[in-house]
């Protein structure tokens, strides 16, 4: 593979709710260790294209690749089997269990014979497993067997957006985050920020929703707007500056 074969590449992406045309002709990549920031304004189409991106939803027209590999999403599941993770805003972690439990759900590693065959989930090895992803990530978060229910929003979220980088870090992989930070003070948002810088040194691809423009302008190597439904820039960021940006945002400067 080239190293400038796409981790994920969208080409000719048309997807209609009913009469509502929420994509029209989209192009879209991003490469491994890429961090794209997906701007536009309320209504513009991006958690929409994140959705065609995790197999949520399927386009009408248009062809999706991963590794250079063309590919059909039928639910999030075939996306996530190739590597590719969706961090929602609800988060979806389970309150009452620990953030190790969190982090290997659905991937818990069983006791030794004989506990195996009857479920025995290795609760120690879970929280070594954890512990050693996280500080890969260089993830410092309160002591594995905290409940989720007693962590805060910023917490959590960092437990979220690290489960999503656990599951796709052996493999390289695409997470997609939808507005990561919206709910997050300034402390919890740096955190986070820390947090995708970390995962895209590793060698995954980040597609970043945001309505938080210094945030995309701190983190973001390209950033792509779309503007209901089309795709009106596309440009690395050094080649740009915030003032286009929100140009092309609210539509008074002309797509590229
Ligand atoms: N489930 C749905 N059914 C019908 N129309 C929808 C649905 N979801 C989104 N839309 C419409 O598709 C368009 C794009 O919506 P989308 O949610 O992708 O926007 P967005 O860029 O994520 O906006 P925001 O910044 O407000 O989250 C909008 O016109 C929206 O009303
Ligand atoms: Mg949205």
Known sequence: M?????ALKLSNIELHYGYVRALDGVDFHVQPGEIVGLLGDNGAGKSTLLKVMSGAHR??????????????????KDAAAVGIQMVYQDLALVEAQDIATNLQLGREPL????????????????????????????????PMNRPVEMLSGGQRQVVAISRAAVRVMESGGVILLDEPTAALGYEQTQLVEELIVKMAQQGIAIVLVTHNLPLC???????????????????????TDMDSVVGW????????
Do not use: C, W
């Not at 250079?68 to 639910?75: D, E, I, P, V």
């Not at 025995?120 to 992803?133: N, Y």
């Not at 792509?224 to 820039?233: F, P, Q, S």
């Open 249 to 256: 945002i609210t539509g008074a400067k002309k797509a590229m």
């Open 2 to 6: 080239s190293q400038t074969t796409p």
């Open 59 to 76: 386009p009408t027209h248009g062809t999706i690749e991963v590794n250079g590999q063309a590919t059909a999403f039928h639910t999030p």
């Open 111 to 142: 006791r030794g014979f004989p506990f195996n065959i009857i479920g025995f989930v290795d609760h120690k090895a879970m929280q070594r497993t954890s512990a050693e992803q996280l500080s890969r990530l260089g993830v410092r978060t309160a």
């Open 217 to 239: 302008y701190n983190l973001a190597h390209r950033i792509v707007v779309l503007n209901r439904g089309r795709k009106v820039a596309d440009i690395a960021k050094t080649e």
